[in-house]
């Protein structure tokens, strides 16, 4: 199987799938089949560039539909805390082992609900093995329930008074990367890198400095809105010097991880102790996430449910294991090296037309702009992109002026529209509609006549241009070929 690409299920088989699932939803709920039903179409005609959205195939999509969503089964393959669930365990190891086998991995723990609940996951479980065990160990406890409460005093404070080092959310980290309002910005002694204010990029040399100095439990790599590979080999390098464990969160970039664009030093299994992920981003899968680790770690993270998370969706582990079968295909290899092609096509579209990028291009999915230029903030670049149905997020700049909320970039990504067959010319023409809204927005006033930050003047006709331009080359490249709900 793993020689050739999948067989793809007929139109009119998936056509017939879906008219019928409505069906059965409508007779209840009708609004909500409704919902469903535009849902796709408005899915169909925008032009999605959200780096962090994608389209899961109707094998993956229809696999979340079952009555696996019924079922308990708190705890690991094997050894459940319910009865009945010998199908759920062929459906979780057969996850796993899929998920292993594409990404060489020596663990993989596939019940995480979505990548926020994999990174605590991960991070109990690094606390578990590095400072729980050995602490217990120390005191000579065999069984929790020895413990006395003086002793469960002293075991907090450990477990309190840990430090994690991670990428600054304005340079392109992710929030459970040590974000004070997120979870791992209270429950860590936390501490952030950046990138070299002058390129944008990752200075590992500073990098370094800080961690030697800092001295963290945990050194977390990976990011949402860095739009450059990232050598995981030096990471390891530097946790191994400060006694770090390297945990590498690919949720971004998991599916050019499986596609076998990012390989050698740029392939985090390797090098990190630790692996977590999203099932539902570039890796195309099902909404959820995933964990990969060393055998070292393995014991620690299967302890996840109920340590961290509440029962497993047996119905979401199936998907992944058909999403996982997909990637380990060459159909999947060729999507991936098409995601990070297609960002270059349309970096160099945005450059060429004047559009000033961070890190000044990319080579992985993302391409982020600044907008400021054009003298927007991101939230205005933002709204008026949508008007004209391009549909981006906005995303801080590094040391951006206007903060978090308004900013002064505009991510884009390319694994959603690659995924409906877009190439690199249909790239270069959403570069220049990117341009021509861009140019023709102006800042707004508030209502008392000062600059605002959010609203926006966008000239006259543009929105109905740019999306009658959008539509031609949506209709070119329809989502779900042959899927036809009427
Ligand atoms: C998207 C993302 C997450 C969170 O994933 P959810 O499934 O939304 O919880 C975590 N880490 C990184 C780096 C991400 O990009």
């Not at 079968?325 to 060459?330: H, I, L, N, S, V």
Request: overall charge negative; charged content about 20%; aromatic content about 8%.
């Amino acid at each position: 199987m793993s020689e050739q690409s999948l067989p793809a299920p007929s139109g009119e088989l998936v056509s017939s799938a879906y008219r019928q699932a409505l069906e059965v939803i409508a007779s209840v709920e009708p609004r909500i089949a409704d919902a469903t039903r535009q849902e796709l179409a408005d899915q169909r005609a925008s032009l999605k560039l959200i780096a962090s959205e994608n389209y899961a195939s109707p094998a993956v999509l229809l696999t979340m539909g079952t009555w696996f969503s019924d079922k308990y089964a708190e705890g690991t393959v094997g050894h459940r805390f319910y009865a009945g669930c010998q199908n759920v365990d062929t459906v979780e190891s057969l996850a796993a082992e899929h998920a292993k086998e594409l990404f060489g991995a020596e663990y993989a723990y596939v019940q995480p609900h979505s990548g926020i609940d994999a990174n605590l996951t991960a991070y109990w479980a690094i606390l578990a093995h590095r400072v729980e065990g050995p602490w217990l160990k120390d005191a000579g406890v065999k069984n929790m329930n020895d413990l006395t409460e003086a002793d469960w005093e002293k075991l907090r404070h450990e477990l309190g008074n840990q430090r994690l080092l991670g990428m600054s959310l304005d340079a392109g980290g992710h929030l459970t990367h040590g974000f004070r309002p997120n979870i791992s910005g209270k429950m860590f002694h936390q501490n952030q890198y950046g990138t070299d204010p002058e390129t944008g990029l990752l200075d590992y040399d500073a990098l370094r400095a800080k961690a030697k100095e800092f001295k963290p439990l945990i050194l977390v790599a990976g990011y949402s809105a860095y739009p450059r590979r990232v050598n995981f080999a030096k990471m390891r390098e530097i946790a191994d010097e400060v006694g770090a464990t390297l945990m590498v969160d690919m949720a971004h970039f998991a599916g050019l991880v499986a596609g076998k664009v990012f390989t050698g030093d740029e392939d985090p299994i390797p090098h990190a102790h630790v692996v977590t992920s999203t099932s539902h981003k570039s890796l195309r899968g099902p909404r959820g996430g995933f964990i990969l680790a060393t055998e070292e770690y393995a014991p620690s993270v299967d302890r996840g449910c109920p340590m961290v998370l509440g029962g497993p969706l047996s119905h979401v582990m199936a998907a992944k294991a058909v999403a996982f079968a997909e990637a380990r295909t060459p159909a999947f290899q060729s999507y991936a090296q098409s995601i990070a092609d297609n960002a270059k096509s349309l970096a160099e579209g945005l450059q060429k037309r004047g559009t000033k990028l961070v890190t000044d291009g990319t080579d992985n999915h993302i391409v982020l702009l600044d907008v400021s230029s054009y003298g927007l903030t991101g939230r205005q670049a933002e709204s008026a992109l949508l008007d004209a149905g391009v549909v981006t997020n906005r995303n801080s700049v590094p040391s951006d002026p206007n903060g978090a909320w308004y900013t002064s970039g505009i991510r884009i990504g390319t694994p959603a529209l690659t995924s409906r067959g877009f190439g690199g010319d249909e790239f270069d023409t959403v570069a220049d509609l990117i341009v021509h809204v861009l140019q023709n927005t102006e800042a707004g006033t508030t209502a008392a006549g000062a600059p605002s930050k959010a609203s926006y003047v966008l000239g006259e006709g543009v929105a109905d241009k740019i999306r009658a331009a959008s539509a031609e080359l949506l209709d070119k490249h329809p989502l779900y070929p042959g899927l036809d709900l009427s």
